[in-house]
């Protein structure tokens, strides 16, 4: 699944990297940071088919440890319903 992403750039000297995991310019290392929005996006993805699949709870409590990790639209989406719809 291709995601777009907006322009990011380095919080350290204002450098666009974009996706990069170091920074062109100044060097500041972003592979953690990297590596947690990954796995944000796995965790968001389990919790969506453990939504489909009717396991609510393993799906709040993935789509809550995606949220931990970095932004994750599709987790919080996950958890909105949740809420909306609680104990199926
Ligand atoms: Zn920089």
């Given at each position: 699944?291709?995601?777009?992403?907006?322009?990011q750039r380095c919080?350290?000297?204002r450098a666009r990297?974009?996706?990069a995991e170091v920074c062109s310019r100044c060097?500041?290392?972003?592979?953690?940071?990297?590596r947690?929005?990954?796995?944000a996006q796995v965790l968001a993805g389990?919790?969506?088919q453990q939504l489909v699949l009717g396991q609510t709870e393993q799906a709040a409590a993935s789509a809550?440890?995606?949220?931990?990790?970095a932004d994750a639209p599709l987790a919080r989406a996950v958890s909105r319903l949740l809420?909306?719809?609680p104990h199926q």
């Open positions: 699944m291709e995601v777009t992403e907006p322009a919080p350290a000297c990297i974009g996706v060097g500041t290392d972003f592979s953690i940071v990297r947690a929005e990954r796995q389990l919790a969506v809550k440890a995606a949220s931990a990790l809420i909306q719809f």
